[in-house]
């Protein structure tokens, strides 16, 4: 005999997966373009910062702003990845960031100190970038 509140053994077994099914495919189906409007979001956000940190010291000076306006930001989407892309086609990129001492390949001698603006920007960022994807995973609206 079945304990009280649990059906016999001559019961039928009854399943709703196909309920859970469709509401997993709807819950994919919002995911994508939440996900994408975060990282596009996000990815601004950190071209922003790091510009704003670019402008000048503790970052680097930036007497033309040629510097400042070579940071762009892409976002890719690639069937159900989505990748953003924050950087400068600038050779001088690196050397501000990390600083650099020694010679160059004309042998010019250099002691650099780093100018920190990446790093700095992606530590205030990231969190924020993480909390909002996690909020989508959890299915909540951006």
């Not at 939440?34 to 680097?60: C, D, F």
């Not at 004309?106 to 002691?111: K, Q, T």
């Not at 650099?112 to 924020?128: D, I, K, N, S, T």
């Amino acid at each position: 005999m079945a304990p009280p509140g649990l059906p016999g053994p001559g019961a039928g077994a009854f399943s709703n997966a196909d309920e859970i099914a469709a509401q997993l495919q709807a819950r994919a189906a919002r995911a994508l373009p939440a996900a994408i409007s975060v990282v596009r979001h996000y990815a601004m956000l950190l071209e922003t910062q790091i510009k704003a940190n670019a402008s000048g010291r503790p970052g680097p000076n930036a007497p033309t702003g040629d510097y400042r306006r070579s940071w762009t930001n892409e976002v890719h989407v690639t069937g159900e990845a989505v990748t953003g892309i924050v950087g400068t086609a600038k050779p001088q990129g690196r050397r501000l960031e990390y600083g650099y001492v020694g010679p160059d390949s004309l042998g010019r001698v250099y002691a650099q100190p780093p100018y920190a603006h990446v790093g700095p920007a992606v530590e205030l960022v990231g969190p924020l970038f993480r909390a909002a994807l996690g909020r989508v995973a959890d299915g909540h609206s951006v």
